[in-house]
Every structure is written in C-alpha cells, then in structure tokens.
DNA sequence: TTACCTTTGCTAACATCGTTAGGTAAATTT
DNA sequence: AAATTTACCTAACGATGTTAGCAAAGGTAA
C-alpha cells in the first residue's frame, strides 16, 4: 500500500507536474478514500521525501555503475558528470525534487546520508586525481564543492529556462568544456 | 496602492517567507478587501513577478556602481562575483524568487530584460578580459555561462542547506577560490 | 454463541487558499 | 436631477492539506 501511494504519486507528478499532486488525486488514484494515506505518511511533504530519497537512491545506482567501469580518477569523475547531467535531464522531476528547483515543501536540511551521495563520489574520484599534488585538504574540499556548484548552477539555469541557449546539445557543451577546464586545473 | 500592495507583500515575504504569504494576509495588511487586490494584479503569481523584477533592478544597481567603480574588467568580474554573492545572503527572499529556488509560480522561462542583467555584466567583463586572446565567440560565452553557473551554483547549494560547511565565511571562501581559479584561466 | 477488540476503511467536516460574481454607496459626469 | 462611473465589500465557489469520529469486518477469548 505504502509503495503503491509512492508509485502512484511519482506516476502522476510525471503526468502532470509536482504543482498539481495533490492528495485528493493519489487516493483517487489507488481507489481509497483520503485519510488511508495518512496512515501511512504523517504528511504531504513527507510523500515528497520519500520520493525524493528514491531519486538518491536511482543517481546512486548510477553512479556506483561508474565507479565500477571506470578506476582511473579522471575518466571516473568525467563519467560522473556526465552521468549527474544526464540523470538530471531525464528525470527533470527528480532533480527538482531533490533540489527544490521550484518547488514548495522541498524539504532542504534534511542532511540524510542518500543527500551526499554524489558529492562523495566526486569527492573520491577529485581525491584520486590530486593526490600526488601538494594541495591541502582544504583546497580539495573547495575544489569538491566547486566542481558541484558548477554542474548544479549549470543544470539549474537551464532547467529553469534562465540559459537563453536553446539547443541542449549546445547547453551540453557548455558543462563538458568547463569539466575539461576545471580537470585540466586541478 | 499598486505599489503599497507590492510593498506590504515583500514585507510579509521578508517576515514569513513566501511559503505563507497568501491574498487574504496582503488583504488585511493593507486594511482593505480581496477583491481590491484584484483590480491592481492579475493574480497572485504577477504580485510575485512584479517583486522578482524589483529583485533584479536593484541587482542591477549594484552591479552598475561595481561598473562605475571598477573600469579594470578583472577587478570588475571580481566585484561582480561578490555583489552577486552578497545580493542573494543580503536577500534571500529575492534570490530565491527570482531564481525560484524552492518557489512555486517562480515565472521561469518569462525572459525579461532584467533577466539577463547580471550575465550581461559579467559578459562585458569577461569580453573585457579575453578580448587579447584567441578564444573564439562560442568559447566566450560558454565561459560566461559556466562563472554564472559556478556561483549560481554555489549560491544555490549553500542557501538550500545542501553544503555541509557551516561557517558562512568558508563558503564565501569557495567562492573566491573559485573565482580566482577561473579568472587565472581565462 | 456471545462479548470484546483490533483492523480497515469511510463520510464529513475544518481551516485555508486563489479567485470571482454581484451588489452598495459614494463621487463624478451629463 | 439623472445617469454613470468609481471604490469597495460581502459572500460564495472550488480546491487544497488535514483530522475527528464512526461503521463494518475479522479474529480472539469466554
């Protein structure tokens, strides 16, 4: 029941965006009446955490995929952005969710593990890439976090349109050029 | 009363956040009925426009004194990235409207002049800059999106509670980190 | 069988929201 | 003085998240 409310709920937020799911709709949709949902989730923005732990989770998955395929730091972290970008593009309501792009109820400083995932992927593979250098762990940690920023900055100027390129394999380009740079610079 | 509606709003934005702010609270505000609201704005979502564009002019304004102040480009892109980081801490409430960073009805994709007010600034910067080298148009403006990315991105990461780092001066670190990273591979 | 209790589900309501229809009374125009 | 425009309000509609309280069904113990 608990996963049917979630499946259904990720079904209709696909359908017609996280704006209009409302609670109404997700009992109309598994066919109860409103208040079994309440059994099973204290609250609203409690479905939408759920769900968007499931969006962690799916990224995760992917990524660890290229941890395995890749042992060489730079290709890694290449694959990692390629993968946190893609992963974004085609599951624009994941992202959203997860980093409360426009959206109510997002939940932010719920620091759970899922939350870090992928900063501590790309924090292994910059670890890697560096190691033989002189930097301090501090330079590193600020190296982690810009490589972030960037992919995040980028992905979410374009998902909210504030980009006024409009061909996305040109927006693409955009991030492979900065990932060359920023891995050149390291 | 247009501009006392837009007034009582931000204000009530500044107190509550936007989550709360409702007609009827904007209604009693300013002592006068619904409907009265209606005849000044469309709906709700124009009253959050109207101040998402006072977010940008005043913006604005701080990057043309950065303009005024600085006519070196370099130390003008640098003045440029800390009005920008300073502008969104300084106002949270704008930042996340005009970027709708956990906004609903956050108006993406309604390019407005003011819009693009601060990637032309950083775009005459870094023209500025570059202008000696070979770098082509393509890659100019590729950069130009990528340093808007890094502190959008950073900005937005930092203000979702997405960051572990606390101190609010480390992040601000970050970013000048970053900053410079950039600038010296320009 | 009867009495109890827990589970499972529902109806109906509360408060709040954005939005609008329709009316009143004053101010202005003709 | 009559007509019209303006300024404003009450009251409602439909939708939202959330909850109180109840009914029926099934299992357990006597």
Redesign the pocket.
Known sequence: ?RTNILAVAMQLVKEEGWQ??????IADAIE?????I?DHFE???AILFELSMDGFRLLDRLLEKDKRKYADPEERLRAHAETYWNFAFKNPEYYQLMYGLGMPCSSPGKAKPEFNSFREHIAEAIEGIVKDNKSSDEETCFKIYAFWSVLHGLISIVMMRCSDIDDSQMNKKVMDDTVNAFIKNL
């Open positions: 029941m209009s799911l409302s609670i109404r709709k109860y009446s409103v208040p079994v309440y609250n609203k923005e």
